[in-house]
């Protein structure tokens, strides 16, 4: 039987299509990807905008068409950081259920935090060692720490690759001092994570920021999802792909790979946390993989489904 699950998240909406393998994992048979932006401005304004609500909608419309047409038996949506912080939320939801028969569930930060652990985790046959998961969104940043399958110590902080970029940076590229003024709130808001406290096996870094600096790091411009899902990558060349995005306009950045099309404009930021968070956690290297939200989400859903 094959289940969808969608992840709106503030920049993208991702949907996945699979099946279920087992208990705890999925077999992904495809993955769709759309840039509607829809938490323009939330950190701003405090409301979903209506462009933006207009764009995301038809992105839902045009993936229940296609859920439908690989014969999915039941859809899951969840909301993450922009939708969870606008004040006009139950608005959108409304509107999602009545224009696109889809239900959208808004999730708290620790339960998208420990579901995104559950997702990457997933994915790896050994199941057994401690992981400390990154998961940078365009709101916020999930952490998640444990052994096994279950997290023991999660957080979602207010540091997303939109948000940043909104609050600090003026220019394309950033001046040096956007970028420091940048680093500077990043650094403190990762001192409300307990990093002293674990010492993870392995490091994952979900979603698109980690997926794209793969791609760039390894001078892949088509994505290739066998070049991201598990690649081992020195945080000396996170560094190094760093200071190359920090030189170059959003155009720039577009052309180094297709897989920074709708992200080109945040993907610096995104970088920007992810080495601070892998400073932070004392980590020399990190796992980059897909298997984020989407796939943690769905393996809730069917276990809520089964009373579990």
């Known amino acids: ?8 998240g503030t920049n993208t909406i991702l949907m996945l299509i699979g099946e279920l393998d087992g208990e705890s994992s999925i077999i992904p048979i495809r993955d769709f990807y759309a840039v509607p932006r829809i938490g323009k401005s939330v950190s701003s304004t405090g409301e979903l905008d209506s462009g933006s609500v207009s764009r995301a909608l038809e992105v839902l419309g045009e993936y229940r068409k296609a859920a439908e047409n690989y014969g999915v038996r039941r859809i899951v949506a969840s909301a993450t950081s922009a939708v969870r912080d606008a004040r006009n939320r139950d608005e959108f939801i ?3 259920r009545e224009t696109c028969g889809i239900d959208v569930e808004v999730i708290p930060g620790e339960l998208e935090a420990r579901l995104g652990f559950l997702g ?3 994915g790896m046959s050994d199941k057994s060692l401690s992981s400390l ?6 709101g916020s940043t999930e952490f998640s720490y444990g052994i096994g399958m279950e997290p023991s110590r999660i957080a979602s902080l207010s540091i997303g690759a939109v948000r940043i970029t909104e609050l600090f940076f003026r220019h394309n590229p950033p001046l040096p001092e956007e970028l420091q003024a940048a680093a500077d709130t990043v650094d403190k808001t990762l001192k409300s994570f307990p990093f002293s406290e674990i010492r993870p096996d392995r490091v994952f870094a979900v979603a698109g920021t ?11 411009y088509d994505f290739d999802a066998d070049a991201v899902n598990n690649f081992r990558m020195q945080a000396d060349s996170l560094g190094e792909v760093f200071d190359l995005l920090k030189k170059k306009t959003p155009a720039e950045i577009r052309t180094l790979t297709n897989a920074a099309e709708g992200r080109e404009d945040v993907l610096l930021a995104g970088a920007l946390i992810l080495m601070k968070s892998l400073e932070a956690a004392g980590a020399r290297e990190f796992i980059t993989t897909d298997r984020g939200l989407r796939y943690g989400y769905l393996l809730h859903k069917l276990a809520q489904l089964k009373g579990k």
């Open 133 to 138: 998961v990154i998961d940078i969104g365009g």
């Open 210 to 220: 980690a997926t794209t600096i793969a791609l760039i790091a390894q001078k892949k």
């Open 120 to 122: 990457a985790v997933s």
């Open 94 to 96: 409304k509107l999602a």
């Open 1 to 8: 039987m094959k289940y969808a699950s969608i992840d709106i």
